[in-house]
């Protein structure tokens, strides 16, 4: 196997401290003229892309970081959100309580939503999709496959 151009393995280098490939290219010391250009053939170079590759576990595992550590901080993260932060209070600045006396207190529901969504879309949850599609065959052979969404399309209004 060939061996990469200093260029090259510079820009291999340059590309994961940001990914940006035309910047990586000027940083490699290509001509900002043709950066663009020159970055998306390095990118769809083979070998480019396996060094990259390799660069990129180096340093995932230099610092520890891979799927599992991504999904426990993503849980963290959305334990932390849901946890109650400051008190609610009304416009005059006194706390609200509940039917009890206990204060009420907010949590970061957007924080909480979207880490919950990160931790769904890493384990392939599909929670908010219904998915589900039958198939049958009628008694003539006909193919009588259709989705849930088709089945329960009310078009009589």
């Given at each position: ?6 260029k ?93 006396g ?12 979207a ?43």
């Open positions: 196997m060939a061996k990469l151009t200093d090259q393995e510079l820009f291999a280098r340059e590309y994961l401290k940001d990914l940006n490939a035309t910047q990586a290219a000027i940083r490699a010391g290509y001509s900002e003229k043709t950066a663009q250009v020159q970055s998306s053939r390095l990118l769809s170079n083979v070998m480019v892309q396996q060094r990259v590759s390799e660069l990129a576990a180096e340093r995932n595992s230099r610092v520890g970081i891979d799927a599992d550590y991504v999904l426990r901080q993503a849980v963290k993260l959305h334990e932390r959100c849901m946890q109650e932060v400051e008190p609610i209070t009304d416009r005059r600045g006194e706390e609200i309580t509940d039917e009890d206990k204060t009420i207190f907010g949590f970061d529901a957007k924080g909480a939503a880490a919950l969504k990160l931790v769904g879309e890493h384990i392939s949850v599909q929670a908010f999709k219904v998915n589900v599609k039958t198939e049958h065959a009628g008694m003539i052979g006909l193919n009588l496959n259709k989705s849930l969404t088709e089945l329960f399309d009310d078009d009589s209004d």
